[in-house]
């Protein structure tokens, strides 16, 4: 098991920045890989980032490509989306998610995912 908490959400103006962090516990979770995804009301819950267990690669959501950065700290079990030049339409339910070893940018594939933490831009 691999238990997730995300912080750092928040009330932000259009153009502004915030940083995400997602603290990992439990089984080995440098064995894991991490994404972020986010979800709007009334819409689906949609891929944003991934990253390698490494950290060495990373894989971004065309709407957020040049704006968003995810990393990763393996010593502190931590990941972190920094989100520049934000939009309104940013606006969402971020969640972190974990699935063992292998990158992946679908939803239903991981197996472990956080509470989730409110982004909201205002424009």
């Known amino acids: 098991q691999v238990q997730l908490v995300e912080s750092g959400g928040g009330m932000v103006q259009a153009g502004g920045s915030l940083r995400l962090s997602c603290a990992a516990s439990?089984?080995?979770?440098?064995?894991?890989?991490m994404a972020w995804f986010r979800q709007a009301p009334g819409k689906e819950r949609d891929f944003v980032a991934t990253?390698?267990?490494?950290?060495?690669?990373?894989y971004y959501a065309d709407s957020v490509k040049g704006r968003f950065t995810i990393s990763r700290d393996n010593a502190k079990s931590t990941g972190y989306l920094q989100m520049n030049s934000l939009k309104p339409e940013d606006t969402a339910v971020y969640y972190c998610?974990?699935?063992?070893?292998?990158?992946?940018?679908?939803?239903?594939?991981?197996?472990?995912w956080g509470q989730g933490t409110q982004v909201t831009v205002s424009s």
């Open positions: 990253l390698t267990r490494s950290g060495g690669s990373t």
């Open positions: 439990g089984r080995t979770s440098s064995n894991y890989v």
């Open positions: 998610a974990a699935r063992p070893y292998v990158i992946s940018t679908d939803r239903k594939t991981y197996d472990y």
